[in-house]
């Protein structure tokens, strides 16, 4: 960081609220390198879902100078449990998926919006498999996507420069941003992922209750989560549906 740079404890703050989550690594080592990625930027929160091997010699090593970070990553069992305290999750892709999820066309757009939301709540990058990525079901456990625009004729990234790259771009948005606290009343902020899923539940029983719903139907499902992602209503406004939901399922119960 440059000398006449000066950050105070809470910009600090906003870094440690930034996490990166990756599902199923194969290689520890893979994890070292994304430790040093991360570390070069100023961030520290690290989350493994049901990583192949780890703690893992290998690993240590190829994070070099970030021995902290990889001591200090968290494993757990499924992409929910790395999220569900996270306002905003983004899934790194390297193709759209079919699920209509908003996807930000430029990473920076997608690191102003974290680095926003880390003022005040926990965001999350997530990236997948190193053969494959994110399955469906792991994206539909975010809030939106985002592709790193590389050469059409070689857009071959491997895992930790894929995490360098939107690193440096979260990086950047934190430098650009106001230093110091933007005051933001709770119920204004975004609610988590466990509250977006809770309401996700509670929509689709009174969906299926009504008889809007006859039978599964995935796809209107898919659907109204992405119009509730692209809509991004607050902790009060999603209180406000869930009031809703709840006197709709409280009059059909009554119905003979």
């Not at 740079?5 to 070292?32: A, C, E, K």
């Not at 929509?203 to 796809?219: C, E, K």
């Amino acid at each position: 960081m440059p000398p006449h740079d000066h950050f105070t404890h809470y910009d600090i703050f906003m870094l440690s609220n930034i996490r990166v989550v990756l599902v199923q690594t194969f290689h520890p080592g893979n994890i070292g390198s994304t430790a040093r990625a991360m570390k070069t930027m100023g961030l520290s929160d690290l989350v493994l879902v049901n990583p192949r091997a780890f703690p893992d010699a290998e690993a240590t090593r190829l994070a070099a100078g970030a021995s902290d970070v990889i001591e200090s990553a968290r494993v757990v069992t499924t992409l929910e449990d790395a999220v569900s305290d996270c306002v905003r999750v983004v899934g790194a892709s390297a193709r759209l998926r079919s699920l209509p999820l908003p996807h930000y066309d430029e990473p920076d757009t997608m690191a102003t919006a974290l680095v926003e939301d880390s003022h005040h709540d926990k965001v999350a990058i997530v990236f997948g498999r190193e053969r494959y990525g994110l399955t469906n079901d792991e994206i539909a456990c975010c809030s939106h996507q985002v592709s790193i625009p590389t050469n059409p004729d070689y857009g071959i990234l491997n895992l930790a420069q894929a995490v360098q790259v939107l690193a440096w771009e979260v990086r950047r948005a934190w430098r650009c941003q106001s230093r110091g606290n933007s005051s933001r009343p709770t119920e204004e902020r975004s609610p988590t992922r466990e509250q977006m899923i809770h309401f996700q539940q509670h929509l689709s029983r009174v969906m299926h209750m009504s008889g809007f719903i006859t039978q599964p139907h995935a796809r209107t499902e898919a659907q109204l989560q992405a119009l509730f992602a692209r809509a991004e209503p607050s902790r009060k406004e999603l209180s406000l549906l869930r009031g809703l939901l709840a006197s709709l399922e409280g009059q059909i119960d009554q119905q003979p």
